[in-house]
């Protein structure tokens, strides 16, 4: 029935104030606002509706993408959206477009900027003149990766040869595996490209650089003479990922001025001569740090939606347990169920709490930076990365735990979770594959150890290895249930077992005559040494937030539950590390876990508020199974009419193909 709240009790058990909860998870009153009112905006305009976006064909479906993306910049300007705004709109139409990749650039908002920026502020820094980056009526992508190589950035094959008789690089793709591959809104729409290519001057290589080329003519969008561009083809899932261009790019010598080099950690003069600055050459890859960090902070976008998906439809759904005729019992009651979906639940509030701190902190390297300070680089680039694997790798095994716990239909397009899973899965491996990531985070854990007995003392996310000697000693002494419950504890469990997977690590490399065979032996105990330090990081940023003043009545008690559900949760999934390292012992692990049970309880009557507060509308969750009111079958039933197949009693093909298999049969039958 329209208008009935189906959902309306579960909203009576609320034991918080989830209008002060929405705060919290906006991040501000404002940020609350703002999202509130797009994200209405978006829901209430028809011209963004996604209901037919799982049936298009590719073509229609890339069509439509490009008219959303039109009419959306149509909005931005007549309305006077602010940068803040234009992001949320980008973020509530829900389509990944060549348009995020547009916004940046024109608006400081996307993509291509946020790589383009500090590459460009090393060159304002550097030399004279005007910016060379196009920033009106022109598209970007981000051309790095190659049909031969992509984790291995040193390993790109384009070339960038200078000729100082014309003053102008040649760009050039020598082989097949050096086609571009991949940037997004490359193969049918942008004009312009940063790409990535080796330098080479007077026949010598200076390995890779950044060059920003014109791509398409800007009067009839032909590709320019001696460049031959397409998209490399469809991807995995039904519309998902698909209204995206990814694409790939050939060049045959094709010449670009010297300007149009991104010189931010060396320079090519006049006359060829290469000129290194006295910055770290890593700047180069700075950018990447940049979209990782906006990953992390999306990665709870979306994980909550699966999460909400999951929860709402999880107390609508009924299995077994009827007695006298009464109602089933709603399958969240079940301890199975909550023990799958309240770590969930938990992990979204965590991410949501780590992205905002590493926000912060990039924030904070980005003005050291302009200070030419670059000592916080290296951590920076170990928690972009370390947390992108994580947070990425949790949100897609996440969102396919969420289509489980919604049975059979979960498996539906109509539940919204087979395209969510689509679109978000890539993301463990964009923006740097997540275990080559983590096993940049181990490097910088393997220096920090092999560093422990010099000056440099460790600092930041690092610091607990400065007491190293007490985490390798300390054990946990306490017995009982709520004792898990103190931040103290929690803080110092998880110190000890990164601290000491780590050194156990170091310890075994050190054990080879050569360390970089000793690092690739390990690598599987590295990446599992990574992933103790990013949780330990996801943990105590937790931690910190509830040290913070947040108002509303019982919104700080309900985070204090999710904060010790997320940890406790990693602390049974990983039971090993904590019992291996001997930092515990097996009857603190059980009871650990006890009062892991406890926090499930106390979470459930406020299962449904805690995704209420992420205030998603229903068209952005697109998701019959996760509707506000709950009103689940009735939609379901009148969903399955929409599907094409269902436009006639009589399919195509019957004629064809059914009705003389029928006859067969028919012939068959009457021989016997
Ligand atoms: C469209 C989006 C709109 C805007 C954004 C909004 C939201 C985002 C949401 C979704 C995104 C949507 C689409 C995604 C589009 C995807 C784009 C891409 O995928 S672009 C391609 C990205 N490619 C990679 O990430 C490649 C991964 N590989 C690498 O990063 C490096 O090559 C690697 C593996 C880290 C290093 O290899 P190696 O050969 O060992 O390196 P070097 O020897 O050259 O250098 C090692 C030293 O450099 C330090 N290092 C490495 N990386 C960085 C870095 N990023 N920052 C700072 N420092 C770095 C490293 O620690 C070494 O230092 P030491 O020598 O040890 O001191
Ligand atoms: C949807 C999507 C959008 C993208 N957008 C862009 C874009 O806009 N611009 C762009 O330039 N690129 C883009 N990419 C490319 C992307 O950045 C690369 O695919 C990514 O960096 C991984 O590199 P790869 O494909 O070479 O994987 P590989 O490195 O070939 O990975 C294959 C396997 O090898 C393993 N492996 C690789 N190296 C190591 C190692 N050293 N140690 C242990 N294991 C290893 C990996 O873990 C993985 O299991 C996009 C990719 C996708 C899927």
């Not at 994200?39 to 959303?68: H, Y």
């Not at 890859?285 to 998906?309: K, N």
């Not at 490097?443 to 600092?459: D, E, I």
């Not at 204090?560 to 997320?566: A, D, K, M, Q, S």
Request: with cysteine; net charge neutral.
């Amino acid at each position: 029935m329209e208008g009935v709240d189906y959902l309306a009790d579960e909203r009576k058990k609320a034991q918080f104030d989830v209008d002060e909860m929405k705060i919290v998870w906006a991040g501000s009153r404002h940020a609350f606002e703002v999202s509130d009112r797009i994200s209405k905006l978006v829901a209430n305009d028809p011209g963004f509706s996604k209901e037919e976006r799982t049936m298009l064909p590719r073509k229609e479906l890339f069509k439509n993408t490009l008219r959303k993306a039109a009419y959306a910049w149509k909005l931005i300007i007549d309305l006077h959206l602010s940068e803040e705004e234009a992001e949320k709109l980008r973020c509530f139409i829900d389509e990944p477009a060549f348009i995020d990749a547009h916004w940046v650039l024109t608006s400081c908002l996307t993509l291509i900027f946020a790589y383009a920026k500090l590459l460009l502020w090393a060159q304002r820094n550097n030399r004279k003149g005007g910016c060379p980056w196009p920033t009106r009526c022109k598209f970007g992508c981000y051309a790095q990766t190659e049909l031969g190589h992509g984790s291995n950035v040193r390993g790109l094959e384009t070339t960038a040869t200078f000729d100082p008789q014309t003053d102008e690089f040649v760009i050039h793709s020598p082989t097949l595996t050096s086609s571009k591959w991949w940037p997004g809104g490359l193969g049918k729409v942008s004009t312009h490209a940063v790409v990535y290519a080796r330098l080479i001057t007077d026949g010598k290589d200076h390995g890779i650089n950044a060059f920003i080329i014109q791509l398409r003519s800007l009067e009839d969008h032909k590709p320019l003479p001696g460049i031959t561009i397409g998209d490399i083809g469809t991807k995995f899932g039904n519309g998902a990922y698909n209204t995206v261009d990814n694409g790939v790019l050939r060049f045959d010598h094709v010449r670009i001025p010297r300007d149009q080099m991104l010189m931010s950690v060396s320079q090519v003069t006049k006359v060829g001569k290469y000129v290194q600055f006295d910055v770290p050459r890593q700047l180069l890859y700075v950018p990447m740090v940049d979209v990782r960090q906006t990953i992390v902070a999306d990665a709870s976008t979306a994980l909550s939606r699966a999460v909400c998906i999951a929860t709402r439809y999880s107390a609508v759904r009924r299995q077994f347990g009827s007695q006298n005729g009464g109602q089933e019992i709603q399958v969240i009651d079940y301890k199975t169920q909550q023990s799958r979906l309240f770590p969930l639940l938990a992990s979204a509030y965590a991410f949501r709490f780590v992205g905002e701190w590493l926000k912060r902190l990039y924030t904070d390297v980005t003005q050291r930076l302009q200070a030419k300070d670059f000592s916080t680089v290296p951590e920076v680039h170990a928690c972009t990365a370390g947390l992108k694997s994580l947070t990425t790798t949790a949100t897609a095994d996440g969102i396919e735990e969420c289509r489980k716990l919604c049975g059979g239909h979960g498996y539906l397009c109509s539940s919204g979770l087979p395209e969510l899973f689509a679109i978000y899965v890539p993301a463990c491996t964009y923006e740097g594959d997540n275990i080559v990531l983590l096993l940049q985070v181990a490097r910088y854990l393997m220096k920090t150890v092999s560093q422990l007995g010099s000056r440099k003392k460790p600092v930041g996310t690092i610091a607990y290895m400065g007491k190293l000697e007490h985490l390798m000693q300390c054990r946990f002494d306490v017995e009982q249930a709520k004792d898990w419950l103190k931040p103290s504890v929690i803080l110092e469990a998880f110190e000890a077992r990164a601290a000491r997977m780590s050194v156990a690590c170091a310890q075994n490399i050190s054990k080879f005559d050569n360390p970089e065979e000793g690092f690739a032996e390990l690598a599987a105990d590295l990446v599992e040494a990574a992933l103790a330090h990013c949780q330990l990081i996801v943990v105590s940023k937790f931690i910190e937030k509830l040290q913070q003043d947040i108002p509303g009545k019982g919104v700080k008690q309900q985070l204090e539950v999710l904060c010790g559900i997320y940890a406790l949760f990693l602390l049974h999934k990983h039971q090993g590390d904590f019992l291996g390292t001997g930092y515990i012992t097996s009857k603190q692990a059980s009871v650990a876990n006890e009062q892991l049970r406890a926090l499930y309880s106390q979470l459930r009557p406020n299962a449904i508020s805690l995704v209420d507060a992420f205030n998603y509308t229903d068209h952005f969750l697109g998701s019959i199974l996760g509707r506000y009111d709950g009103n689940v079958y009735p939609k379901l039933y009148e969903a399955a009419w929409k599907d094409p197949l269902n436009e006639s009693d009589v399919p195509d093909g019957f004629h064809e193909y059914i009705r003389p298999l029928l006859k067969q049969q028919l012939l068959q039958t009457a021989r016997l």
